[in-house]
């Protein structure tokens, strides 16, 4: 574990309630956040972990519930605003750019820092062209910490899978968020991979101080990299501390192996 | 062998993102200006010009302009020809009634009107995407045609619609002859593919293609989709207005409103499929196959019917002209849906190795 100093409160969820139709997905789910820390969100399939990373960066406005970022309270987040906040996450199911390479997909984490107009760009005139080179720098500083110099001009849909899920993270880190959320960034991944995702994970939050929720599935990666876990059950909350009260703790140890009835 | 980067070292990042990073990319698209504002003009004749150059380049530019909102942005649309309509008109009217605005000033004035009209028959895109939005944008081929029928003022009052171009002056000087009219356009076609192809690989490109590629993905590295699509319409009907302008004052001369129907939409559409969807040079590959195959066929089957002893006649030719070209779309289709662009690229792939295998 590093030394970095956990923080106060940076992302506080208020009782949360989010429903599609009849169909409740999150229920009454409070938790916060502090900033630094590694924040894990557990749970057996469709429990709703992703639905609360939805909530938390916009894509889905919950009907109930309160968001609070950084002492602003909120009824929910918009996505570019989320982003304009310092959000950044990966999907489950990988959503690159298909049709182009590293570096744009990259560069596209960035967009929104750059700030010159689209004729500027359509003649490549000064600012244009010194912002492009600019990002550029910071995306190829990205591209070193990651370690994917050789594939950078390559179209991502060309690429392995573990590689996508890595340029996946690097189009996050790109944008140099506060908060990262990664949607189960090691899924379907073999062991090398793993402890690959892993080193990267915790390098960016011990070099960058930056705070991530992480939806993952794997307990051995979750119980060794996380500071304080939520577990999630039928879209309510079953459980939440440090790694290894949750893992004592009868409701969760029920959820995933099931009672004696 | 002929076509590799082996040696050119890029060491800042503005050689690396220059416009054409490859030496041998610069020098063939130097020798192709070179040709394009040298050669030709100094040895063309009056029927390349007329027939061929001037349309392969009218039309290059508006699959330049389709191929920013589908291919880039991937919003598909059917009304490439009334955005080129509304081009055609706005310039003619802008000549009419503003007096002394010089000639270019209006083809910009026709390509502004045009970019108005495009943002307001691409809010449906807000709604609706793919197949849906393609017929969305009927409307706007349908509606857009109709008013320039229905209204006599837009066309000046003249029986069912129809309009002739003014006279190009720039400068004092009269664009009269095919020659001159060539290098009007040719200069307005490169300039503004260059322009395409730095917006293209710029922030506002990588925003087009990031919500054709993944929309909730481009929303929530904040990409803001409505700004980013109609951005796409707003640009892609500026290049299908210019390119009508010059469609009605370089090329044609006198236009109507039926001849900017649907069937010059798909003419466009199916320009920028074969040529390829996303790229800059498959708008002028697929705009060069579209328009010149039929001429070469028209030129070539006589001769080799004569070969073979066969008679022939008019109609047969023109019959066989549809028939090769329907089955040579199909043929080039099946072995490389992603158009010539794609072809020419695997091509470079090869003959970066070639002749070594690996």
């Known amino acids: 574990m590093s030394t970095r100093a956990i923080g106060d409160v940076i992302l506080d969820l208020q009782n949360i309630s989010l429903r599609f139709g009849g169909v409740k997905a999150l229920t009454d789910i409070s938790f916060d956040v502090r900033e630094h820390e590694i924040r894990a969100i557990i749970g057996p399939n469709g429990a709703g972990k992703s639905s609360m990373l939805n909530v938390i960066n916009g894509v889905y406005r919950p009907q109930e519930g309160n968001i609070v970022f950084r002492g602003e309270k909120r009824h929910n987040m918009e996505p570019h605003k989320a982003a304009e906040a310092g959000f950044a996450r990966t999907f489950q199911n990988i959503a690159l750019f298909k049709g182009m390479s590293v570096l744009d997909n990259l560069m596209t984490g960035r967009n929104l820092k750059m700030r010159s107009n689209f004729l500027l760009q359509a003649l490549w005139w000064g600012p244009a062209r010194r912002e492009e080179l600019e990002h550029r720098r910071k995306v190829e500083e990205v591209i070193d910490f990651l370690e994917i110099e050789h594939i950078r001009k390559t179209p991502v849909g060309r690429l392995p899978y573990g590689l996508q899920k890595r340029v996946e993270l690097g189009r996050a880190l790109a944008a140099e968020p506060s908060i990262l959320l990664l949607d189960e960034p090691m899924a379907g991944m073999n062991v090398e991979e793993k402890q690959d995702m892993c080193r990267f994970i915790l390098d960016v939050n011990d070099q960058f101080g930056t705070t991530i929720i992480l939806i993952e599935h794997d307990m051995g990666v979750v119980m060794d990299i996380s500071d304080r876990v939520v577990v999630l059950d039928y879209g309510r909350k079953i459980g939440d501390g440090a790694p290894d009260e949750v893992k004592n703790n009868p409701d969760v140890i029920a959820a995933y192996l099931g009672t004696q009835h | 062998m002929f076509y590799r980067e082996a040696g050119q070292f890029k060491s800042s990042y503005a050689a690396d993102q220059q416009i054409f990073p490859i030496r041998q990319d610069r020098i063939g698209i130097a020798a192709i200006l070179i040709a394009a504002f040298v050669a030709v003009p100094l040895f063309g004749n009056e029927y390349w010009f007329v027939a061929i150059l001037i349309p392969f380049l009218i039309f290059a530019l508006a699959a330049l302009g389709l191929n920013i909102l589908t291919g880039y942005a991937g919003q598909l649309s059917l009304g490439a020809a009334a955005f080129m309509a509304v081009g055609a008109y706005a310039a003619y009217n802008f000549q009419l009634r503003v007096d002394g605005i010089p000639i270019l000033v209006s083809f910009i004035c026709a390509g502004l009107t045009a970019a108005a ?64 009219k060539y290098l009007l356009v040719l200069c307005i076609v490169v300039l503004m593919a260059m322009m395409a192809k730095n917006m293209a690989r710029s922030s506002i490109g990588r925003a087009w293609m990031a919500v054709r590629d993944m929309d909730v993905a481009a929303e929530v590295v904040g990409i803001r989709l409505m700004h980013t699509k109609l951005l796409a319409f707003a640009v892609s009907s500026f290049y299908c207005g210019v390119a009508g302008a010059l469609y009605a004052f370089c090329y044609l001369g006198s236009v109507e409103p039926d001849g900017f129907s649907l069937d010059l939409s798909f003419k466009i559409l199916f320009m920028i499929i074969v040529g390829g969807v996303g790229t800059i040079l498959g708008s002028f590959l697929g705009a060069a196959f579209i328009l010149l195959l039929p001429i070469f066929l028209n030129v070539t089957l006589p001769w080799i019917a004569e070969l073979l002893h066969l008679p022939i006649n008019g109609a047969t030719v023109s019959h066989i002209e549809t028939m090769v070209f329907g089955a040579l779309i199909m043929f080039f289709l099946i072995i490389e849906p992603h158009g010539l662009a794609r072809l020419w690229q695997i091509g470079k792939e090869k003959l970066r190795l070639w002749p070594f295998p690996h």
């Open chain 2, 117 to 180: 009209v495009g943002i307001v028959f691409g809010l449906p895109s807000l709604r609706i995407k793919g197949f849906y939005l393609a017929v969305a944008t009927l409307a706007a081929q349908f509606f857009i045609v109709w008013c320039l029928t229905k209204f006599p003022w837009l066309s000046n009052n003249s029986s069912s619609g129809v309009i002739s171009a003014q006279r190009i002056i720039i400068f004092g000087h009269e664009f009269e002859s095919a020659r001159e």
